[in-house]
């Protein structure tokens, strides 16, 4: 159940740093060079999705060229004599989907051009897709443990304890009686260990992602609210799980009785 959570938190955290990097890719649009660089920076900080806007003119452009020809001044005066157009450098907001943004941009008036790393955009969302696919899976796995765990502890208790629960069942106590107190124990088991889990879990989310929350405030948001529903749900979990390994265990027992 440790892992579980650990990899729950994992999930969380990595989604958020997914959007993040997502909405981070820098966006470059170029102006045809009729049209207004200003105006139309304008209107792209009017969106909602834009954070800023900021025009890039012809000399800036060639200035950040000028790094990549160092030594080679001839081939940046093959850009001085080209009809350079302006660009406005876009910053998008927070968990803004930014392969759309660049589609809608294609398409609008005074816009020649959209430089986007289309390609970099689909293996962040490759990554993600990853995290969520395999995390699941990872999840089940350990859960699988967890189940087997308390299956085969239930499964020996029976073992060694059959001529007391033959006594019982002589005795006139019901199967249904004998079984709940096994079902109790599996519960108990999975109580108890889910409440290790959860504190070493509160410990990580106190220890780590607090402290990294608070140094990248715009980068992981797991708020406490949510911590304290994963700690309950994972606490539910872990005794359902000890609960149902018990009573297939014990299926055997209710069979003979």
Known sequence: MTMAGVLLLVRAGTGDIMLYLQSQVSMKVY???????????????????????????????LQQLS????????LLDSFKDSDMPDAIRLKLKPGTDAAYVADQLRGMKGISDVLFPQQFAE?????????NRYGLLLFLFFAAIAFLTVFLAITLALSQRQKEIRVKLLLGAKPWHVRSQFLLEGGIIGLFGSLFALL??????????????????????VSP??????LLGLLAAGTCIGVAASYFSTGKLMNDA
Not at 225 to 230: E, R
């Open 123 to 131: 293996t962040l969302l490759r990554w993600s897709d990853a995290v």
């Open 31 to 61: 102006v045809q060079p009729q049209a207004d660089s200003a105006a139309i920076a304008g209107v792209l900080r009017q969106n909602g999705f834009v954070e800023s806007a900021v025009i890039e003119t012809k000399e800036q452009q």
């Open 67 to 74: 790094l990549f020809f160092q030594g080679k001044a001839y």
């Open 225 to 230: 609210g949510a911590m304290y529903a994963l």
């Open 200 to 221: 070493a879990i509160y410990g990580l989310y106190v220890a780590v992602l607090q402290r990294v929350a608070q140094l990248l405030p715009g980068l992981i948001h």
